[in-house]
């Protein structure tokens, strides 16, 4: 009996037809295991995975294959998005048997959750030096039932070398201008500067160090961190790893140009980059910039927004072929000429190829191409451009879309209100920025529960409008806390600055050590084999620096010590590891630049039909300072007592005008009704 009709996670669902009877993940599984003295087979992957889709088709879909899994095993299926945990515990100890880890995610465990052996793809037959499936699936049973002793002993010895690789950063120093040096020349040496981004093939958009060299430039006027960070999203931008036509961007790219991408558009990266391409904007006035990360909210409300307002985890990477009716990767985005033609007429047809790099030979499979934006491509007459892109764009809405993840995760939902918000009052949009509230709304609503007699938690996910099981994790905390954090500098609505703290204290009570370092889990989370705690980032941001960001600009919000305290101890860990690995621990170097400046504090007061006083928020929002803070409201007179925003607190009027006052390390500028002048008080500091 296959147990996952019943579960709301969309990955799970589509395994819920399969003949392999799963198990959701759970405690009942791990007593079935132990009762039938049969290894746990675990299998850990996500909706928009293109080569889980694969395996569960070669194996999970084959009917001997599920005969043999099930005879000999108890087979629980997991969604890393659900449970980031169980995916960081098991990932640590496939990474550190075999080098490298991936999805699918293939584990066997013992009835006591212990793992004994490891891998991530398995094809259906021997190839390229890997086993069968199968090959597999025999090996370990032979093991399990011919030397359990052996099997024991591994199981037992793993578990004990994860443990001894707890962290211990938690007593270093926070980080000062020399590591931020430091780090800055690792990610020189490591830096492709003929295609831009880092390291070679495959290729993943570096969201959190694009964001930390546009810090350093702004602190220090690095011309050298900047130049890394345009020619990266240049090249990004121009490549098959960004849509062309529909706006946003695809998981990684299989090449190091940005030729080819996975196929799959994920709502972290486009959260991520549109920020990034919103704050390059903002530091160079790049018009290239500005037409992405509008493109990129775009796409994420078009395409990502569920009907209660949140944002959707995924598009898959696979569709159906219209032409084939094959389910393959790709054949939504990917074009020839022929076809190009057959929707544009022969001249036309013909610019098209040339612009967007469409040969007949193929950047793709079979001769397809992704479109890209060459730069060496011809001079085009931008109107005509612009209505071919409209005919292709509708052509393509008449092939099958890409399935969608309609779950809501909390964290990846912070992520896209704060780049949301922030392209919205950037560019004049204040359509985004209702979209941000509403998906923050919606994070109030459905994602806390504070019920009564039980400790307040943040729920990962929901669907539907209704919360999942699982707890939140502490990238949950950090990055909703950031979002709205982000959504009060936007809005002036002090309320998303209440709630952010109430997720921060949750992070202090719940998340954190004796010596300041921060666990991925609460401390009365479901118990695993290790309890999770991994400085580094991912995809997106670790939970760890996401936590200490929103934790110092809640402290520059609220001049609370606490909390500054918790951020700059977490904060040692970017001193012991930004210098040695940079490009695994951006989002710690960012929120370091912003220690390192302080962050600035910005109040504007003024009333709210006064322009003066818009034109004030506005320069205070588009200023470079690193991680500044910012609060618009009401001028506040001493004896008004304390509003919303603290920072308000005794900020009255100048000469009965609009002012903005700018305080950085206890020191306060000048208080100012010149947007001019504000903006000078926040551009970068030079040495």
């Known amino acids: 009996m296959n147990r996952l009709a019943g579960v709301t996670s969309p990955y799970l669902l589509q395994h819920a037809d399969n003949p392999v009877d799963w198990w959701p993940w759970g405690p009942e599984a ?75 995610m293939t584990v066997f465990l013992t009835a006591d959750a212990e793992p004994f052996y ?38 037992q010895k793993i578990v004990r070398d994860l443990a001894g690789r707890q962290l211990d950063y938690g007593k270093a120093g926070s980080p000062g201008a020399e590591e931020l040096a430091q780090a800055l020349l690792g990610l020189t040496r490591e830096y492709d500067a003929v295609r831009g981004g880092f390291g070679g093939a495959p290729k993943f958009p570096p969201s959190m160090v694009l964001e930390f060299l546009l810090r350093h430039y702004a602190r220090t006027g690095s011309e050298g961190a900047l ?45 991520l980059l549109c920020r990034v391409y919103a704050h390059l904007w903002r530091a160079t006035g790049s018009e290239l910039a500005r037409r992405v990360a509008l493109e990129t909210a775009d796409f994420m409300v078009r395409e990502l927004r569920t009907a209660q307002g949140g944002f959707a985890s995924a598009l898959d990477a696979d569709s159906e072929d219209p032409l084939t009716g094959e389910h393959v990767e790709g054949a939504y985005y990917a074009w020839t000429p022929a076809r ?29 191409s992704v479109l890209q934006l060459p730069q060496d491509g011809p001079a085009v007459d931008a109107e005509r451009i612009a209505g071919i892109r409209e005919r292709l764009l509708a052509a393509r809405a008449e092939r099958p879309a890409p399935g969608r993840d309609d779950k809501v995760v909390a964290a990846w939902n912070g992520l896209a209100i704060a780049a949301l918000a922030e392209c919205g009052a950037y560019f004049e949009r204040p359509d985004l920025v209702e979209r941000a509230t509403e998906a923050a709304d919606l994070l109030v609503r459905v994602h806390f529960d504070a019920a009564a007699g039980r400790a307040p938690r943040l729920s990962r ?13 502490l990238e949950d905390y950090g990055d909703v806390a950031e979002g709205f954090l982000a959504l009060a ?25 004796e010596d300041g370092s921060l666990y991925d889990t609460a401390h009365d989370a479901e118990k695993l084999i290790r309890r999770p705690q991994d400085p580094t980032d991912t995809a997106a941001p670790s939970g760890w620096t996401a936590a200490a960001g929103a934790l110092l600009s809640y402290a520059a919000h609220t001049g609370s010590q606490a909390h500054r305290t918790a951020a700059e101890r977490a904060l040692g860990v970017v001193q012991a590891l930004g210098p040695r690995v940079p490009r695994f621990i951006g989002h710690g170097l960012s929120v370091a630049e912003a220690l390192l400046d302080g962050p600035r504090e910005v109040a504007v007061v003024g009333h709210p039909e006064d322009p003066a006083r818009a034109a004030l928020h506005r320069a205070a929002l588009l200023g470079t300072a690193p991680g500044a803070v910012v609060a618009v409201g009401l001028p506040q007179p001493a004896e008004g007592g304390e509003g919303e925003f603290p920072l308000l607190v005794e900020r009255t009027l ?28 926040l551009g970068a500091v030079r040495p």
């Open 30 to 104: 791990f007593e079935e295991a132990k009762r039938r003295n049969v290894p746990v087979l675990l299998s850990v992957g996500y909706s928009a995975c293109h080569w889980c889709h694969v395996m569960a088709h070669e194996s999970f879909e084959d009917e001997l294959t599920a005969a043999a899994m099930n005879e000999h095993f108890v087979n629980i299926k997991v969604d890393r998005e659900e449970r980031p945990d169980v995916d960081a515990v098991y990932m640590e100890a496939v990474q550190a048997a075999t080098g490298q880890g991936g999805w699918p």
């Open 118 to 155: 490891f891998g991530t793809y398995f094809p259906p037959e021997p190839r390229h030096g890997m086993p069968s499936f199968m090959q597999v699936l025999e090996g370990v049973r032979a093991a399990w039932v011919g030397r359990p002793e052996e099997v024991a002993e591994v199981a």
């Open 227 to 271: 130049q890394m960070a345009a020619d990266t999203c240049e090249a990004m931008a121009r490549g098959g790893i960004y849509d062309q036509l529909g706006g946003g961007f695809a998981r990684y790219s299989v090449d190091r140009e940005w030729v080819v991408p996975h196929f799959e558009k994920m709502l972290y990266d486009n959260a």
């Open 340 to 368: 190009l033609r057959e929707v544009l007429g022969e001249d036309d047809g013909a610019r098209a190829a040339a612009y967007f790099g469409v040969t007949e030979e193929g950047t793709f499979e079979h001769g397809a």
């Open 461 to 473: 996910t929901s669907k539907d409008g209704h919360a999942g099981a699982n707890a939140g994790v």
């Open 489 to 513: 500098a936007v809005t002036g609505e002090g309320v998303w600055l209440e709630f952010a703290g109430f997720l921060l204290d949750l992070v202090l009570d719940r998340f954190t050590a």
């Open 654 to 681: 100048v000469r009965d005008l609009p002012a903005a006052y700018v305080c950085r390390h206890f020191v306060c500028a000048r208080p100012t009704t010149d947007p001019v002048e504000l903006a000078e008080q």
